[in-house]
């Protein structure tokens, strides 16, 4: 169980990692696209330490009708290994600008073994017209406002690092995701200028540090004196590190993101399931959002730094319990369909009645879905963009594909229910593991564990985030960075 690199983390990545390595010295945006136009630059991709993929970003001359355009073409593989399977992923971006610095189109494609998706993003006037489509499924289109990024956030990097700024001063810059339907403003900050052993070559090199709040995303890009990105790093999870293509290209299957990913406990619980409550002590979390409270865990200041999170796993009492239907009104974000989560499908919307048939009580209801999910879906490790009408034909995935098509049942259902991602841990296993699972209103909300088959999940389920690929992207600050220590665990 593991949360991949997925809906939108890797676009996002990709981005930032051309916004890094657009070539050029000077803050003039013609002198800018001169230099940059007719580069190359190859990067290899690290996953938590382990070389996983290579990357290619171009600067290539372009057209849009008649207007001069430059184009910045990124590809990028990646050789990943989840529960066992290996994984080939391939993920292409293209971001066109006019020469006057306007956007004009962001076009991303994701593909692998398991799935297949494609967004674009064209701007139009005064919005910019999305389209993406998942696999064979009709596309889907929405409209948004008009996005501010341009030519100049593209190389914001390189004509910050080559001025005269000093430690501490800061530039934005705007970044249009149309995996995640928004565009975002990120921040560049100079951190200092020093001398570094780069390839075995003493280079002296900028260091600005990289973050976008909104998703709780940060790290650093180094420059070199030439404006080209020689490393840049999100969290401490990805780096992307400048290569010769030979070099870039020497990736094998090596290392298995469920593993890489795990939180080591001293003494993990044999049985989480057996579990009532489960108090542990975390460090490593920065990002406030990250800690949520709710009705089943409360987050506290402990020592040192350190934080406590107490988690009761329980389900709703009998005289609490909701009927169907439900105030469609009050739950209107948590019955609606998404890109991801569609539950107005008529292959979803037929097995839901299908599984829930007639009964009106909500538990009774979600307790049918989370069993057939458990049952029916084969537990493989994927890497796909997780959507709820691709999983209902497949039937196959990890917790992500369990989760999402939970979610779309549950709603076609007319049972409010949502994503949430953090971390578990499984039976016999080493410590906490990301992972992916569905909580329910019934009356209150509970949180269910299809993947494991738990109706109530146990209290070493760890809310991080709740909601689509926005929230869970913020997961990445942490991955890496935690350290946990289980206090104290009391028994069903």
């Known amino acids: 169980m593991t949360i991949r690199p997925r809906r939108g983390t890797i676009g996002a990545l990709l981005s930032l990692a051309a916004a890094a390595a657009a070539r050029g010295a000077e803050p003039d945006l013609e002198s800018v696209i001169k230099s940059s136009l007719g580069q190359r630059h190859w990067y290899g991709v690290y996953v938590s330490g382990t070389k ?20 910045v073409d990124m590809k990028m593989r990646l050789k990943l290994v989840t529960m066992g399977q290996k994984q080939d992923v391939r ?16 076009a991303f494609r994701f593909k692998s073994d398991a799935s297949e998706m494609r967004a674009t993003a064209t701007v139009q006037g005064d919005k910019a017209l999305l389209s993406m489509q998942m696999g064979e499924l009709a596309p889907q289109t929405k409209e948004l406002p008009k996005p501010q990024e341009s030519l100049r956030d593209w190389a914001a990097a390189e004509w910050f690092a080559a001025s005269a700024s000093k430690p501490g001063e800061q530039v ?3 970044l249009l995701e149309p995996m995640m339907l928004k565009e975002f403003q990120g921040t560049l900050t100079f951190k200092e200028r020093k001398e570094i052993i780069f390839n075995g070559v003493p280079t002296r090199v900028t260091v600005l540090g990289q973050r976008v709040a909104e998703l709780g995303m940060d790290g650093d890009v180094v420059v070199d004196a030439r404006g080209v990105a020689l490393e840049q790093t999100v969290g401490q999870m990805f780096v992307l590190r400048l290569e010769s293509e030979r070099q870039a290209k020497d990736v094998q299957y090596s290392g298995d993101l469920v593993r890489t990913g795990c939180v080591t406990l001293d003494k993990p619980p044999h049985n989480p399931a057996a579990l009532r409550s489960a108090k542990f002590e975390i460090r490593g979390i920065e990002d406030a959002a990250l800690l949520v409270n709710d009705n089943r865990q409360r987050w506290s200041e402990g020592k040192d730094g350190a934080r406590i ?20 009104a009050k739950f209107a974000a948590d019955l609606a369909p998404t890109m991801f989560v569609q539950c107005d499908e008529p292959a979803i919307k037929s097995l839901a009645a299908e599984i829930v048939g007639n009964e009106r009580d909500l538990w009774a209801a979600a307790r049918k879905i989370n069993a057939w999910v458990y049952k029916n879906v084969r537990k493989v490790g994927t890497a796909a963009m997780s959507n709820a009408a691709e999983v209902v034909k497949a039937r196959e995935g990890d917790c992500s594909e369990h989760t999402v098509l939970f979610v779309a049942l549950a709603r076609a259902a007319g049972i409010p229910a949502r994503e949430l991602a953090g971390v578990t841990a499984i039976e016999k296993g080493e ?3 990301y992972h992916a699972w569905p909580e329910v209103w ?14 109530v999940a146990d209290p070493t389920h760890i809310v991080f985030a709740r909601g689509g690929a926005e929230s869970f992207y913020r997961i990445l600050s942490v991955f890496g960075r935690l350290r946990a220590r289980m206090v104290e665990s009391t028994s069903r």
């Open 52 to 71: 996983s993929g290579y990357a290619l970003i171009e600067c290539l001359e372009g057209k849009v009708g008649d207007r001069p355009a430059v184009v």
């Open 431 to 433: 410590g906490l593991y």
């Open 442 to 455: 019934v009356g209150d909300w509970v949180a269910m564990d299809p993947t494991l088959g738990q109706e």
């Open 91 to 106: 993920v292409f971006e293209k971001r066109t600008y006019f020469r006057t610095g306007e956007l004009h189109e962001v």
């Open 309 to 328: 999170v107490e988690v009761v796993a329980e389900g709703v009492p009998a005289q609490r319990l909701a009927r169907l239907p439900v105030d469609r």
């Open 172 to 174: 934005t810059f705007s």
